[in-house]
């Protein structure tokens, strides 16, 4: 029976945390795909830090968590994601605090920090910190506060007021909805204002955004342009014209994930 390719991976996923370790000869046995459907889709797979790939055979990652590695791979645009948070990393030095917000593209930077010492972790999210706490030599801290629907994040003003209480990152990361050449603008009001109290506690801001963000705009205004506390956008793509004109009048690095 033909499956869609998150079908695929799915059940991919599920042989593998019931073999932990398998032939690929056998996987693609079990699986019923082709020699190169069994490649594209491993590679995705490693893509999320799921799996590892070792002279004939596949793995499961030991601090791999099933649900959330498929979670992490579902989310659209997740090798374009995994691509900037891969580029992300680079601004990660060790002996720093960072802050991660909840966003989907956030997700696929905790698998960069394999090379990081003394990295302290302050996030608002239970799925990233899920994926950090099996990290070793990280210290994380996760803010109190109201876990909202569905969302996997912590907000509200226990949050925001933990946040301005106790922690000053270095850097922070995070996303957006969408962004147009006036401004950055968010869906939902309670993560907007978490996120405003970051660009206000952290010493430098970083935004993580691919291609598909530009040129729309939502209702809620995160940031202007006119008044902007973004020090970094890490992209996939060069924008269009007026939004890069934007970037540049207010000297915002602008970093291209290729």
Do not use: W
């Not at 046995?29 to 995705?44: E, F, H, I, N, P």
């Not at 939902?188 to 506690?201: A, D, H, I, P, S």
């Not at 935004?207 to 342009?225: P, R």
């Amino acid at each position: 029976m033909y499956l869609q390719k998150d079908e695929r991976l799915k059940k991919m996923l599920r042989i593998l945390s019931q073999n932990k370790k398998i032939s690929t000869k056998k996987l693609q046995a079990m699986m019923d795909v082709s020699t190169s459907t069994l490649r594209r889709d491993l590679l995705d797979l490693e893509m999320t830090n799921s799996i590892r790939r070792t002279h004939g055979y596949v793995s499961l990652l030991e601090y791999s968590n099933v649900e959330i590695a498929y979670g992490t791979r579902s989310s659209k645009n997740g090798t374009i994601k995994s691509r900037i948070c891969k580029k992300a990393a680079t601004l990660i030095n060790n002996d720093q605090a960072i802050f991660l917000d909840g966003s989907s593209t956030l997700s696929f930077l905790p698998k960069y920090f394999a090379n990081k010492t003394n990295i302290h972790v302050i996030t608002n999210n239970i799925n990233i910190a899920s994926e950090v706490n099996q990290l070793k030599n990280i210290d994380l801290y996760v803010l109190g506060g109201t876990l909202l629907y569905r969302s996997k994040s912590i907000l509200g003003p226990r949050a925001i007021s933990d946040l301005i209480s106790n922690f000053r990152p270095n850097i922070s990361f995070m996303s957006c909805k969408s962004i147009d050449a006036n401004g950055f603008y968010m869906a939902n009001e309670k993560q907007n204002e978490l996120k405003r109290t970051v660009f206000q506690c952290s010493e430098k801001n970083v935004l993580l955004v691919d291609y598909s963000k530009f040129n729309k705009k939502d209702y809620i205004l995160l940031d202007s342009f006119n008044s902007t506390q973004i020090d970094i956008i890490i992209t996939d793509q060069l924008p269009s014209k007026d939004i890069l004109d934007s970037i540049k009048r207010n000297n915002i690095k602008l970093m291209i994930a290729e």
